[in-house]
């Protein structure tokens, strides 16, 4: 089993790949999420051909991906 992944190094991963995104109309957020017990950077694209463009890990952090369509103001 991998290390686990603390919240510190996840949030400076995240702010690494928000910097990297912001401009990316395909990427709608990147935050970060609990998943198997470890912290990792969720990044919810418009589509899913954008997923393409996002990397695996950042700074040993896992990366995922969910296409949640775009977001607009109810």
């Known amino acids: ?3 686990m992944t603390d919240r510190a190094t996840a949030r400076a991963a995240k702010s690494a790949l928000a910097t990297r995104f ?3 109309p395909g990427v709608a957020a990147v935050g970060l999420a609990r998943q198997d017990a470890e912290y990792v950077v969720r990044v919810d694209l418009v589509e899913a051909a954008a997923g393409s463009r996002v ?5 040993g ?3 995922v991906t969910q296409v949640i369509g775009t977001v607009r103001p109810l």
Do not use: I
């Open 1 to 3: 089993m991998g290390r």
């Open 22 to 24: 912001a401009a990316d």
């Open 55 to 59: 990397p695996h890990h950042v700074d």
């Open 61 to 63: 952090v896992r990366v």
